[in-house]
């Protein structure tokens, strides 16, 4: 599948690299309905739908929200997939951290901010990310599978990036397709 890398694209990744005072959207969209666990308790469910305690709901944030965590700067920001650019905020990001902190890796997890360590990684690098990398939450109740491939580089230091983020939890896994971007 082909991504068509847009200029908003762009200049939404320098903003999430370098400006911790970006405008949120205007059509306040900020975190629209999350695709439904695919488990025995939520099979038949219409996407958005609550769901039973115990599965998992991925919320997107702003880009003001994850300058607030303490993240930005270099690193690979993804969004739902879609044509163009991530109005609707962002639900991962995996930032690097100069030495000799560590990264900061983040997701919005049924309304809350979730922090993740790189467990395992493999693959092409690019940006501190690896193509194939393995997550598990700071609690070790989470574990996250990001799989990725590249696209065209942009025009400020960064590649296009798509793929999917795969989230398991007590059983509950959830598949959302993704693009984004990476660089620094």
Known sequence: MGMRLLPLTVLVAVLVACTPTAEPPENGAAN???PVPESAETDGLAPGTATQTG?????SF?????FAQGGG??????WPQSEGSPLEGFLFFNGLAPPPDDGFTLM???G??????RTAAAGEEFY???TSQTFVSQGDDMRLQVETTLG???EIESIAVEGTLQLQQNGDTLTIPVQGDAGC
């Open 73 to 78: 700067g270099c690193g690979m920001t993804l």
């Open 108 to 110: 919005k997890i049924n």
């Open 55 to 59: 599965t998992l709901e991925v919320n």
């Open 128 to 130: 501190g990310q690896q």
């Open 32 to 34: 629209p309905p999350s």
């Open 152 to 154: 065209e580089p942009g």
């Open 112 to 117: 809350e901010f979730v922090r993740f360590r």
């Open 62 to 66: 702003t880009v003001d929200e994850l």
